[in-house]
């Protein structure tokens, strides 16, 4: 157990719709990023946040958003969803951000797009 | 950019024998860091071992090492003494100063008995 957490495990839902997907990092960590894994593309990083802040956007279209609360949990919000979204969302977590630090992951969350 | 390439997709390895994984990449930067995650079937993403580019002592993890060569920017894994519950995907990552990882496409490896 990484100590990552990420509700829901399992989503499906439907062509159009929009979902939220949650994750608490590791006690004191700070910093917090998103990655998707699909067929096509791989493990790919979406977008990292640090204290709240935005830090650094990776392959994220623009129907998705996420934000970091004042708790430190995240919010990876997918909108006007379409078949190719369906993946294993992995939230991971870092104390502050830094590279040389190690991101540990959550178990992921699984979406399906029907 | 930096780009992470494992060749082998699939790997096979009997039980108590070692096995080798290759990762090969590419980068321009000289302050980086490598790992090796394991991804089983439950899909968890799993830290195996974390090589830094500046130490020249390859890592070790219990039956996990690495072979790093930094010159021929290779980052090989070696599994000793195999066991069924190392049967898993392996992905090689590579991070920068950009702080987000990339990862390789993945070596799926079956022990078996």
């Known amino acids: 157990d990484s100590g990552v957490t990420q509700t829901p495990k399992h989503l499906i839902t439907a062509t159009g719709q929009r979902v939220t997907l949650r994750c608490s990092p590791r006690?004191?960590?700070?910093?917090v990023y998103w990655y998707q894994q699909s067929l096509d593309q791989g493990l790919q990083f979406l977008i990292q946040?640090?204290?709240?802040?935005?830090?650094a956007k990776g392959n994220i279209l623009e129907r998705f958003s996420a934000q970091q609360f004042p708790d430190l949990h995240s919010e990876l919000n997918l909108s006007s969803l379409e078949l190719g979204d369906s993946a294993l969302y992995f939230c991971?977590?870092?104390?502050?951000?830094?590279?040389?630090?190690?991101?540990?992951f959550g178990p992921g969350t699984r979406l399906l797009v029907l | 950019a930096q780009t992470v390439t494992q060749s082998q997709p699939e790997m096979s390895v009997q039980e108590a024998e070692t096995v080798t994984l290759s990762c090969t990449y590419d980068?321009?930067?000289?302050?980086?860091?490598l790992f090796w995650y394991k991804q089983p079937p439950s899909r968890q993403m799993i830290l195996v071992i974390r090589?830094?580019?500046?130490?020249?002592q390859n890592a070790t993890e219990n039956r996990f090492s690495v072979n790093f060569q930094k010159a021929a920017k290779s980052f090989s894994l070696k599994i000793s003494d195999s066991q069924l519950g190392d049967t898993a995907m392996y992905f090689c990552?590579?991070?920068?100063?950009?702080?987000?990882?990339?990862f390789g496409t993945g070596t799926r490896l079956q022990v078996t008995l």
């Open positions: 991971a977590s870092s104390v502050v951000g830094r590279h040389q630090e190690t991101q540990y």
């Open positions: 006690s004191g960590d700070l910093s």
């Open positions: 946040y640090y204290n709240g802040e935005e830090r």
């Open positions: 980068t321009s930067e000289n302050n980086y860091y």
């Open positions: 090589q830094e580019a500046y130490k020249q």
């Open positions: 990552a590579f991070i920068g100063t950009a702080s987000k990882l990339t």
